[in-house]
C-alpha cells in the first residue's frame, strides 16, 4: 500500500479507525478481531483508538485492550504497525461525553493505556479534546512530560483549530507529528486544519472520513458527485471518498472506523485510486445540503 509518514514513522495511507468495534451497537468481539486481522492482511499499518471508545463505565480502555488481543493473536508480524491511542475524553457510561485535559490525568491515562497496549511505549498519544476548564497549554504540557518520560514515543493532538495547532506546536518544541479532526464530504469545516497541517508537514488524519457511523452506507446517496465519479471508476463512492481526501495533501492519512472485514477491505483500495485533478477539483467544489 502507498506510505505516508506521521512523525519518525511510515505508515499506510489508508489506516483504520477502532471506535464502531467498542461503542454501541458493537459487534461480538470474534467480528472485531477478524476485522482488525483483515486490516492487517490487507497492509494496514495504522490503527487508532482511545481510551473512551468503550460503552459501559467499567470498562474504560475497551478498544484498546481489543486491539491489543487481535495484535497478538494476528499471524504476521506486528512489529511496524502504529497504533496511535487519546486520553482526555471521557464516556461516564451515560452515553454522554465529557472531557479531562489536566496534565496529571493525561499522564495517569497514558500510563494506563500503555499497560493496556503493551510494549515499552506508545506510539503516538494525542490529546484527545481540549477542556474548556484547563489552559490548553497546560494540557500539551502533559505530553511533553510524557514524551520526556518515554512513556510516550510521538505527540499529536485532536478536535483542533488552527491556533490551537500553532500552540501545541509550540509548546511541544516543533514536536507536533499529527493533528486529528473530523473531516469527510459532508463535514469540511476543518479545511483551514488540514491546510496548516500541510504548510507545517504535520500529518493530518481526518476522523468519520466516510461521514461517521451512521450514515457512511449512504454516502453515495448523499453526495451526487462522489456516486458520479464512483460509477466512472466502477467502485464504491466511499472508496471515492478516501481517494479524495488523500488527494488533497501528501500530509493527509484517513483514519476509516470500520465493524466487518468487507469495509476496510474496500477502504484500503483507496490507497491505489487515482483521481484526475478535475475529479478532484469537482468533488472539492461539490454544494453541501
Given at each position: 500500500?502507498?506510505?505516508?509518514?506521521?512523525?519518525?514513522?511510515?505508515?499506510?495511507?489508508?489506516?483504520?479507525?477502532?471506535?464502531?468495534?467498542?461503542?454501541?451497537?458493537?459487534?461480538?468481539?470474534?467480528r472485531s478481531i477478524?476485522?482488525?486481522?483483515?486490516?492487517?492482511?490487507?497492509?494496514?499499518?495504522?490503527?487508532?483508538?482511545?481510551?473512551?471508545?468503550?460503552?459501559?463505565?467499567?470498562?474504560?480502555?475497551?478498544?484498546?485492550?481489543?486491539?491489543?488481543?487481535?495484535?497478538?493473536?494476528?499471524?504476521?508480524?506486528?512489529?511496524?504497525?502504529?497504533?496511535?491511542?487519546?486520553?482526555?475524553?471521557?464516556?461516564?457510561?451515560?452515553?454522554?461525553?465529557?472531557?479531562?485535559?489536566?496534565?496529571?490525568?493525561?499522564?495517569?491515562?497514558?500510563?494506563?493505556?500503555?499497560?493496556?497496549?503493551?510494549?515499552?511505549?506508545?506510539?503516538?498519544?494525542?490529546?484527545?479534546?481540549?477542556?474548556?476548564?484547563?489552559?490548553?497549554?497546560?494540557?500539551?504540557?502533559?505530553?511533553?512530560?510524557?514524551?520526556?518520560?518515554?512513556?510516550?514515543?510521538?505527540?499529536?493532538?485532536?478536535?483542533?483549530?488552527?491556533?490551537?495547532?500553532?500552540?501545541?506546536?509550540?509548546?511541544?518544541?516543533?514536536?507536533?507529528?499529527?493533528?486529528?479532526?473530523?473531516?469527510?464530504?459532508?463535514?469540511?469545516?476543518?479545511?483551514?486544519?488540514?491546510?496548516?497541517?500541510?504548510?507545517?508537514g504535520i500529518a493530518?488524519?481526518?476522523?468519520?472520513?466516510?461521514?461517521?457511523?451512521?450514515?457512511?452506507?449512504?454516502?453515495?446517496?448523499?453526495?451526487?458527485?462522489?456516486?458520479?465519479?464512483?460509477?466512472?471508476?466502477?467502485?464504491?463512492?466511499?472508496?471515492?471518498?478516501?481517494?479524495?481526501?488523500?488527494?488533497?495533501?501528501?500530509?493527509?492519512?484517513?483514519?476509516?472506523?470500520?465493524?466487518?472485514?468487507?469495509?476496510?477491505?474496500?477502504?484500503?483500495?483507496?490507497?491505489?485510486?487515482?483521481?484526475?485533478?478535475?475529479?478532484?477539483?469537482?468533488?472539492?467544489?461539490?454544494?453541501?445540503?
Amino acid at each position: 500500500m502507498q506510505q505516508r509518514t506521521i512523525g519518525s514513522r511510515k505508515v499506510s495511507a489508508i489506516g483504520l479507525g477502532g471506535m464502531p468495534m467498542s461503542i454501541e451497537g458493537r459487534p461480538d468481539e470474534d467480528r472485531s478481531i477478524r476485522t482488525i486481522h483483515a486490516a492487517l492482511d490487507a497492509g494496514v499499518t495504522l490503527i487508532d483508538t482511545a481510551d473512551a471508545y468503550h460503552r459501559d463505565a467499567g470498562e474504560v480502555g475497551h478498544n484498546e485492550s481489543l486491539i491489543a488481543k487481535a495484535l497478538s493473536s494476528w499471524s504476521g508480524s506486528a512489529a511496524d504497525v502504529l497504533v496511535a491511542t487519546k486520553g482526555g475524553h471521557l464516556r461516564p457510561g451515560d452515553g454522554s461525553w465529557t472531557q479531562n485535559g489536566r496534565p496529571d490525568h493525561l499522564k495517569e491515562a497514558a500510563k494506563a493505556s500503555l499497560q493496556r497496549l503493551g510494549g515499552d511505549a506508545i506510539g503516538l498519544y494525542q490529546f484527545h479534546r481540549p477542556d474548556p476548564d484547563v489552559p490548553y497549554a497546560e494540557s500539551v504540557g502533559a505530553l511533553v512530560e510524557l514524551l520526556d518520560e518515554g512513556v510516550i514515543e510521538m505527540a499529536g493532538i485532536s478536535n483542533a483549530d488552527p491556533a490551537q495547532i500553532r500552540e501545541a506546536q509550540d509548546v511541544l518544541g516543533g514536536r507536533l507529528v499529527s493533528v486529528q479532526n473530523q473531516f469527510s464530504p459532508a463535514f469540511r469545516s476543518s479545511r483551514a486544519e488540514l491546510d496548516l497541517c500541510a504548510e507545517l508537514g504535520i500529518a493530518f488524519l481526518p476522523w468519520s472520513p466516510l461521514g461517521g457511523i451512521s450514515r457512511a452506507g449512504d454516502l453515495g446517496s448523499r453526495h451526487d458527485a462522489f456516486a458520479e465519479v464512483a460509477k466512472a471508476h466502477d467502485v464504491s463512492p466511499q472508496r471515492v471518498a478516501l481517494a479524495w481526501e488523500l488527494a488533497l495533501a501528501p500530509t493527509v492519512v484517513p483514519i476509516p472506523g470500520a465493524s466487518r472485514p468487507e469495509s476496510i477491505e474496500d477502504s484500503v483500495q483507496a490507497a491505489d485510486l487515482e483521481l484526475t485533478a478535475d475529479e478532484v477539483e469537482r468533488l472539492s467544489a461539490e454544494t453541501l445540503d
